[in-house]
């Protein structure tokens, strides 16, 4: 059974930084694109960065682009997301995702199960 496991979520004063992981297992996925995506109550669940399997290509939403750092360890299976600068419209519960080609969209292969970020101003 494949898994992507999200952690590293929490409360955060604006300004501040928080570092989310993603965790997958039951399959490699060293040559899957990772991705992040967020969802605030009351809206669509939108995309916010992905990282080709290689590294090579990432993609960041416009709203965090300088801002989110996304990087991953093949070695570890995992995906990191690093938020700096945070502002409370960040605040959503945030989504791993894993797919076979390039995450430009929410139509992708596997799902975490959301880690909630808020951001107190």
């Known amino acids: 059974q494949v898994n992507l496991v999200e952690s590293g979520g929490g409360l955060v004063q604006a300004g501040g930084s928080l570092r989310l992981s993603c965790a997958a297992s039951?399959?490699?996925?060293?040559?899957?694109?990772m991705g992040w995506f967020r969802q605030a109550p009351g809206k669509e669940r939108e995309f916010v960065a992905a990282?080709?399997?290689?590294?090579?290509?990432?993609y960041y939403a416009d709203s965090v682009r300088g801002r989110f750092t996304i990087s991953r360890d093949n070695a570890g299976n995992t995906v990191y997301l690093q938020m700096n600068s945070l502002k409370s419209e960040d605040t959503a519960v945030y989504y791993c995702a894993a797919h076979k080609t390039m995450i430009t969209t929410t139509a992708v292969d596997y799902w975490g199960q959301g880690t909630q970020v808020t951001v107190s101003s």
């Open positions: 039951g399959r490699t996925f060293t040559r899957d694109a």
């Open positions: 990282i080709s399997w290689s590294g090579s290509m990432i």
